[in-house]
T-cell receptor, first 111, second 113 residues
Framework: GESVGLHLPTLSVQEGDNSIINCAYS??????FIWYKQESGKGPQFIID?????DKRQGQRVTVLLNKTVKHLSLQIAATQPGDSAVYFC??????????FGAGTTVTVRA | DTAVSQTPKYLVTQMGNDKSIKCEQN?????MYWYKQDSKKFLKIMFS???????INETVPNRFSPKSPDKAHLNLHINSLELGDSAVYFC????????????FGQGTRLTVV
């Protein structure tokens, strides 16, 4: 499954499929781009980040891609599991000591 | 052990009251934050503190007064509460000012009636 845009879209994905969550960022000067996961009733949890001088970074079951030309960031989740159901936020650091968050994408995993 | 803990988790209060939210982190981080999440899930920075010093005040009304007695604590006091203050408030901490790998607390759901 795949989501697009800055709105608060929802993404429904079949368990075991790959998920792609997209995000457009606004500030070319941001040094880091980060993905957070927020489960219901909890605070955001760091997933993975990427520095502006990279275009791809892989973690455990997750990959972040950065396209600075079009100011686009994506998070790919391999073999999506029920525990991946959450709201996913992209964030950037437009300056020191703060993060600017995107609107969030709600991912629902179907059994 | 909870890394970033906030109290209380829920807070229901009447308009005009004054309330405080407490935050403590045991990660040894030097930077702490307050974020506000509205009903549409938008997360917005309110304040950043580094080594007890205020670094960022993101045009927050002066009814909101953060206080950092030491590096491990950042409390938020709100005077004369308004209906529009209803939201979930998150405390977070990180090492350094990039904000990457910030650890968030569980949130305080504030409801003003």
């Amino acid at each position: 499954g795949e989501s697009v845009g800055l709105h608060l879209p929802t993404l429904s994905v079949q368990e075991g499929d790959n998920s792609i969550i997209n995000c457009a960022y606004s500030n070319s000067a941001s040094d880091y781009f980060i993905w957070y996961k927020q489960e219901s009733g909890k605070g955001p949890q760091f997933i993975i980040d990427i520095r502006s001088n990279m275009d791809k970074r892989q973690g455990q079951r997750v990959t972040v891609l950065l396209n600075k030309t079009v100011k686009h960031l994506s998070l790919q989740i391999a073999a999506t599991q029920p525990g991946d159901s959450a709201v996913y936020f992209c964030a950037e650091n437009p300056g020191d000591y703060k993060l600017s968050f995107g609107a969030g994408t709600t991912v629902t995993v179907r059994a | 052990d909870t890394a970033v803990s906030q109290t209380p988790k829920y807070l229901v209060t009447q308009m005009g009251n004054d309330k405080s939210i407490k935050c403590e982190q045991n990660l040894g981080h030097d930077t702490m934050y307050w974020y506000k999440q509205d009903s549409k899930k938008f997360l917005k920075i309110m304040f950043s503190y580094n080594n007890k010093e205020l670094i960022i005040n993101e045009t927050v009304p002066n009814r909101f007064s953060p206080k950092s007695p030491d590096k491990a604590h950042l409390n938020l006091h709100i005077n004369s509460l308004e209906l529009g203050d209803s939201a979930v408030y998150f405390c977070a901490s990180s090492q350094g000012g990039t904000g990457r790998e910030a650890f968030f607390g569980q949130g305080t759901r504030l409801t003003v009636v």
